[in-house]
Structure formats: C-alpha cells, structure tokens
C-alpha cells in the first residue's frame, strides 16, 4: 500500500489507518511526487495502526525519515534527468548513511500510463511506450548491470491504464530480480493479474485515498489474494 504524507491528519488519511488496522498490507510505502508535509509524522501514525515494515517511496531527498524501516532508493533510470538519476542521491547520502536505513537501490522505470502523471511532469521526462516491452527490458538488465536489487515499473498515480502485463512477463523473465509494479491499479482483479504476469510486489495507492466508500470491501478482497 502506497500513502501520501501530504493527506496525513485528513479524515481519508484517518479512515484508511483504521481500515489498515483489520487488513493490513504486506509493506507500507510512504512517499510522493510532490509533498511538504511532514514524513516523521505520517510514519509513527502508520506504525501506531499497522504491525508492517514501513518502506520509504521518496519523491525528492528532502523525503527522507529515519523513521521508516527501510528506503527504495530509486533511481528513474527510464529518464534523462541527472536530478533523478543520481542528483537527488548525493543530497541525502550523507543523512542516510548516517541513519542505518536499510537502503534498497531500485531501478525505477516509468511506463506510458494513458494521461501525463505527477512523476512525468515533475521530472521532465518522457515514460517508456506502453506497447515497447523490449525497451523496458533493456532498461532493467542496464539497471542491474549497475547494480540495482529491484525493479519498479511505475504507470504513475492516477494513471489511466496500468502496465501492461506483456511488459510485466517480459521483464520478469529476463531480469532475476525482485519486480515491483504499481499505478492505474483499481480493484482486487487488477492486483491478481499483474501478480500472476510475473510482479513480486504490488502496489496501490491512489485507490484507497480516493474512493473510502470502497476501501473495506477492497482491503478484505486484496487480503484474500
């Protein structure tokens, strides 16, 4: 489950703690494209709702918390961008070295999803086409000739279509390494395809802060997968 600390202390972000209390998730991510609120907060909320490891999904180095049981320390190496690529790293290397983290390097592609999502306009570069499976492929295998322990193919929050589960199989089978896919991902059928194409984490996000009138029905049908 993906929350974003910017809807921390909103009766949404209240409610979806609640329901996470009777169904939790595997992993929490906590993080986002753009957000100002505070991280150390919304994780002790987290951790005081939900017995699951907490895992850092940072948008920028100023998302970073001690706080958390481990970080993604992505890299969108599907993009051009130095600032994403490696910029952003130098500004927190220090602090989490310092902190002890577990520190995950992870190779984070972004797939064409339908509509311009927050992380194409935030970091001015361009997804993989949706219908280019062999570019994400050797977009993987570069990553983990650098040295990255995942994958995370992102379709990007409130994308209007997922990634495709060709993609999902192609990289899985050519990559040995663990694949994490999220965005565009609405209902408990959604989650069991992308599961079955080959993804070993999956991650919903925008859902569950969109829509609470569902999100009991729909953590006791993802809980059940």
């Keep these: 489950m993906l929350i974003d600390p910017e809807n921390h202390g909103t009766d949404k972000y209240r409610f979806l703690l609640e329901s996470m209390s009777n169904h939790a998730p595997d992993f929490v991510f906590v993080g986002g494209s753009i957000t100002s609120a505070s991280i150390d907060s919304a994780i002790e909320d987290i951790k005081r709702h939900c017995p699951c490891p907490v895992v850092l999904f940072p948008g920028n180095a100023s998302q970073f918390s001690p706080?958390?049981?481990?970080?993604?320390?992505?890299?969108?190496?599907?993009?051009?961008?130095?600032?994403?690529?490696?910029?952003?790293?130098?500004?927190?290397?220090?602090?989490?070295?310092?902190?002890?983290?577990?520190?995950?390097?992870t190779g984070y592609i972004l797939v064409e999803s339908g509509c311009t999502t927050s992380v194409e306009y935030i970091s001015g570069t361009k997804p993989i086409p949706r219908l280019k499976p062999s570019i994400a492929v050797a977009t993987a295998m570069a990553g983990k000739f650098l040295g990255m322990q995942a994958i995370y193919l992102e379709a990007g929050s409130g994308a209007s279509m997922r990634v495709p589960d060709e993609m999902i199989g192609a990289v899985k089978q050519n990559v040995d390494l663990p694949l994490i896919t999220g965005g565009g991902l609405r209902t408990a059928e959604d989650v069991a395809a992308v599961a079955r194409a080959g993804?070993?984490?999956?991650?919903?996000?925008?859902?569950?802060?969109q829509t609470p009138e569902i999100l009991p029905d729909l953590l006791q049908a993802l809980a059940l997968l």
């Design 67 to 105: 706080k958390a049981d481990a970080l993604l320390y992505l890299s969108l190496i599907s993009g051009r961008n130095p600032d994403y690529l490696i910029g952003q790293h130098v500004q927190s290397s220090m602090q989490i070295k310092a902190s002890g983290i577990k520190v995950v390097p």
């Design 199 to 209: 993804a070993d984490v999956v991650v919903v996000g925008n859902v569950l802060e």
